[in-house]
């Protein structure tokens, strides 16, 4: 893989930037994707922390096996109707809980419909409305709907003229389609767009087509691997360092 260097793109052509959304915007507020905010008021807690890491991390694998496979989830009511089996799933891999069906819709509820399972970065809640005057946006998340609303619910959705998610078009990234359809909604060619995610692969897909990307790698660790490891790329820790390279 090849990256592009930030000599290589001229700043002043750019007119739109395209983010992901988890790990560049927002993280869950429970530190686990599919661990709703809500979820240990119908799971035991001391249970919970009682199985097996390596069961659990199994359980989870084997709900996301299945979720995976569903490419097409085109709104909320759909995304329900298979996170349910999702969270069976995950039940049946983790007996100990001894969760009941009315456990389960719970928890897929809080999991779809709970709005505030995601917390944005402080960067993201102070910048997105700054760029937004200078810059066309656009979300491009591997996701599902119910993202949209989580956006809403944070007063951030209105700053964005695309947003792009892998269920409603049933394909994930780095497959063009995701690039190519916020760029289209937007009306600016790749070389008048930079992309940003956490995801080198992700990166790549875009770099692919044009677009300057980004790598953004928020803790110390991961950035400082990065800039060692993947020197053909753009690395930045944070919002700030896009904001300073831009300017």
């Not at 979720?67 to 999702?86: C, P």
């Not at 691997?225 to 360092?241: G, P, Q």
């Amino acid at each position: 893989m090849v990256g592009i260097h930030k000599k290589d793109f001229d700043k002043n052509k750019i007119k739109a930037i395209l983010l992901d959304s988890g790990k560049v915007l927002n993280t869950p507020v429970t530190g686990h994707w599919f661990i709703t905010p809500n979820f240990f008021t119908y799971v035991d807690k001391k249970t919970f922390t009682s199985i097996k890491p390596t069961q659990k991390k199994l359980a989870f694998d084997k709900a996301m096996e299945y979720i995976s496979k569903q490419n097409l989830i085109i709104d909320e009511e759909e995304e329900y109707k298979y996170f349910i089996e999702y969270y069976k799933i995950l039940s049946k891999y983790l007996p100990e809980l001894q969760l009941k069906n009315e456990d389960v819709q719970a928890i897929t509820k809080d999991y779809v419909y709970n709005y505030t399972k995601y917390i944005f970065f402080s960067d993201a809640i102070n910048l997105i409305p700054e760029l937004s005057k200078f810059y066309k946006l656009a979300v491009v998340s591997d996701a599902w709907p119910s993202l949209e609303n989580v956006f809403r619910q944070a007063g951030l959705r209105d700053y964005f003229s695309s947003f792009i998610i892998s269920s409603q078009k049933g394909v994930t990234k780095p497959h063009e389609l995701m690039y190519k359809t916020a760029l289209e909604d937007l009306n600016v060619s790749p070389n008048e767009a930079i992309f940003i995610d956490d995801n080198i692969k992700n990166c790549h897909g875009a770099i692919k087509l044009g677009i300057t990307s980004f790598v953004l790698c928020r803790g110390l660790k991961s950035y400082a691997y990065h800039k060692l490891k993947h020197r053909n790329y753009n690395i930045i820790k944070n919002l700030i360092d896009i904001k300073n390279i831009l300017n």
